[in-house]
């Protein structure tokens, strides 16, 4: 039987192989803005998945207390307790922190649009909020770091 955390880092590679293929094979063939949200839904679920491995690692270790089935029970807990451990980089946490806004603009996003190669996001207020592919690239290989972070902290210490 395999251990929590094996799964949900099994599920992080999942969820970044689709994002990457997503951007990589499907957008240029397609080329529509639209999809940069799933892609960025995408990347999202994988940092989600891979903080909820090292958090169910160090559980497992009873190194972190209890903590709620939440994003931002996780979010808080594993910012406060690995991150703080293991000295895990800001720039992740910036990163989950700024996809979570993100994703959660486009769910109440009361307009979007496309200019160009750009996906265009706009709150209740019409402040704007833009995603590019230049910007998704980036994200892709943070998270594709971040992944490789998490799986050598468990295997460092498995």
Same mark, same amino acid.
Do not use: D, Q
């Given at each position: 039987m395999a251990a929590d955390y094996e799964e949900s880092l099994h599920n992080a590679r999942i969820q970044y192989d689709a994002a990457f293929h997503l951007l990589n094979v499907t957008y240029p063939l397609i080329n529509d803005p639209k999809l940069l949200p799933g892609i960025l839904t995408n990347i999202f679920l994988s940092l989600e998945a891979s903080m909820d491995a090292i958090l169910q690692f160090e559980r497992q270790l009873k190194l972190v207390p209890i903590y709620n089935n939440n994003f931002q029970s996780k979010f808080n807990m594993f910012r406060y307790k690995p991150v703080r451990r293991h000295k895990i980089s800001q720039t992740y946490i910036d990163l989950i922190q700024n996809l979570k806004e993100m994703l959660d603009l486009h769910k109440?996003?009361?307009? /979007?649009?496309q200019r160009g190669n750009k996906f265009v996001m706009c709150d209740k207020n019409y402040r704007i909020q833009s995603i590019s592919t230049k910007d998704i690239r980036e994200y892709c *290989?943070? *998270?594709? /770091?971040?992944?490789d972070t998490i799986n050598t902290i468990i295997n460092r210490k498995a």
């Open positions: 109440k996003s009361p307009m /979007e649009f *290989t943070l *998270t594709k /770091e971040f992944i």
